[in-house]
């Protein structure tokens, strides 16, 4: 949803894979962003992903489909872009000039670009850009494809180059970037001289990175909704566990993933269940479980013996949710809401009155609406992963108190009915993301709550700061934050603004922050802006630093806001052409 996270974690993300800490002469992997670029639809009524056409305006690609590509690219150094199946403005990714010009041109991009598997063939077969293969094989090569994840470059580019479509200068340019590549990852050279060909199996899945996985599950959860601190369930009560995830393993997972226990692909023994977890974290206490319903069925036969169970718990847990049926390649939600009965389902078990607690597990977002007025308590654990049931129980029992933000707005049941999602634009009414949506949303980017209370305040008494883009000074915001609460936990302090010179932009993230404390702790939190925190992009996608004023506003997503002026002095100037 904000392309500076988009941005942040592409390249971190990046960096990660591709820059092996044992040996500096060899990549240890190549990174491979995809899918470029406005690649957003799988299915909508008579369209799909490969017949798509995407119309984007300037602004909008400056502002929101680009930037995480550019910051993935330039910070990261990525080597690799996979471009999409859909059409951008009546041509095909895979043979639109924007690889030359502002992938490779303007970011000084130095990899390789692959097609998606078959998008070249889709050039001329689904969006009918030109008529046969061979002259797909040429737009798409010259336009900088250098691999086609497919057939037409095996079956059709000799005949190009012999008809004159491409020369053998555009084929010996792809060869290079894809084999420059494979000597910079050391394919080439002895294998007793690549470290890589000599991890061991014991590298992996070490306590190291099992801790590290396990804080990670941990911070990613998200606290919605604690009415009376329902959070955490006291230990050693009966406690219900009922919905489709009650007993959960590898839907906790995602999809599109590999193997990930011993026996055999698909095999998900080896992880710990949502009832498993449960059970060991309630120490001296009974856990009983129900499925109620499936995800996606209509039956309520199992609604009988879920309820029968509630009424007997001291507490309950409520786990609803997606799976792989409902999200994934190639499916595309037409609805936010549950699917199937879980709706019901949910109504029936917290009208019990029980101290309940609902746990959403899903990728994409899920309007909850009727939950979000009744239920006590709503943690939005998304694909949690390996360790998923495990950090869940965690925050349920209080043994980690959650302090994770949503990194995505949770609309409410009927955004997906105000819009066509074959239009693309984030300003048109209703407006997407945070950074133009008018309405309001369930929950909105950057809310989370936690076990303890943190207060924010000014550092100093000064809010109100300014900066020039012809001397490019910087300043720095200084904010004090400080637990409040009884317990220990983690904050995540964000920081905003809001340009006057831009009445689209609600406001746009530019930093944030994340700091553990304990009671009565504070720390001091500090953001360095200058004029080129608060560039944006014309109706043109030009970048450009605008004199004036622009609002500040600091906060923890949920209580904590304090607001601050920028001024901008100087003159207009050109920041980034768009190409």
Same mark, same amino acid.
């Given at each position: ?112 670009? =692959? ?114 601190? =329902? ?105 936010? =809401? ?242």
């Amino acid at each position: 949803e904000d392309p500076y996270i988009g941005g942040l974690y592409g390249s971190a993300y990046t960096r990660g894979l591709q820059e092996g800490k044992l040996d500096k002469r060899f990549l240890q992997a190549v990174v491979t962003l995809k899918h470029w670029a406005a690649y957003s639809l799988e299915n909508y009524g008579n369209v799909t992903r490969h017949n798509f056409n995407a119309i984007v305006n300037s602004y909008d690609l400056a502002n929101t489909y680009f930037p995480a590509f550019k910051t993935s690219v330039i910070d990261g150094n990525a080597k690799g872009i996979m471009c999409s199946y859909n059409a951008l403005n009546g041509i095909p990714t895979c043979a639109s000039q924007f690889l030359n010009t502002t992938l490779r041109g303007d970011w000084k991009f130095d990899g390789y670009v =692959t097609s998606d598997s078959g998008a070249v063939a889709d050039i001329y077969t689904q969006h009918k850009y030109v008529p046969d293969a061979e002259r797909a094989a040429a737009v798409a090569l010259k336009a900088g494809t250098d691999i086609n994840s497919g057939g037409v470059y095996e079956s059709a580019l000799l005949k190009s180059l012999a008809d004159k479509y491409v020369s053998e200068d555009d084929i010996n340019l792809a060869l290079y970037r894809t084999f420059k590549l494979r000597f910079q990852l050391g394919l080439f050279d002895p294998i007793d001289d690549q470290p890589y060909w000599h991890v061991p199996p014991t590298a992996v899945n070490t306590p190291e990175s099992q801790a590290l996985n396990l804080l990670a599950t941990r911070q990613s959860m998200v606290l919605l909704k604690n009415d009376k601190n =329902t959070l955490p369930f006291p230990k050693g009560k009966k406690v219900a566990v009922v919905g489709p995830h009650f007993n959960a393993t590898g839907v906790l997972l995602g999809n599109y993933l590999g193997q990930v226990c011993p026996k055999s692909p698909g095999d998900t023994s080896c992880m710990t269940s949502m009832l498993e977890a449960i059970s060991a974290a309630n120490n001296n206490g009974i856990v009983i479980g129900a499925e109620g319903c499936s995800v996606t069925g209509s039956s309520t036969n199992g609604f009988a013996e879920a309820i029968a169970l509630a009424k007997a718990a001291d507490y309950v847990i409520l786990a609803l949710g997606l799976d792989g049926s409902v999200e994934a390649e190639g499916k595309d939600r037409h609805s936010i =809401t549950l699917p199937g009965v879980q709706d019901q389902f949910s109504q029936e078990i917290v009208n019990l009155g029980k101290p309940t607690a609902v746990v959403l597990i899903n990728g994409g977002a899920v309007a909850v609406d009727w939950l979000h007025d009744h239920a006590p308590a709503i943690l939005e654990a998304f694909y949690p992963g390996f360790l998923g049931a495990i950090g869940i129980a965690d925050v349920i029992f209080g043994n980690y108190n959650p302090g994770g933000k949503l990194a995505a707005t949770i609309y409410d049941g009927t955004f997906t009915s105000q819009s066509s999602f074959l239009d693309m634009s984030m300003t048109n009414t209703p407006g997407r993301t945070y950074k133009y949506f008018k309405g309001t949303p369930l929950w909105p980017f950057g809310y989370g709550l936690s076990y303890t209370t943190f207060s924010l305040k000014w550092s100093n008494s000064k809010t109100e700061f300014s900066v020039s883009n012809i001397n490019r000074d910087a300043i720095t915001l200084t904010v004090n934050v400080t637990n409040i609460g009884r317990i220990a936990g983690d904050e995540v302090v964000q920081a905003y603004f809001k340009p006057d010179n831009d009445p689209l932009i609600i406001k746009q993230l530019f930093g944030f922050q994340r700091v553990h404390l304990e009671p009565g702790q504070s720390q001091v939190i500090r953001f360095v802006m200058d004029y080129r925190t608060v560039c944006t992009a014309d109706k043109n996608g030009d970048i450009y630093s605008v004199p004036g004023h622009y609002g500040i506003i600091v906060t923890n997503g949920v209580d904590q806001h304090l607001k601050g002026s920028l001024y901008v002095e100087g003159q207009k100037l050109l920041v980034e052409k768009f190409n």
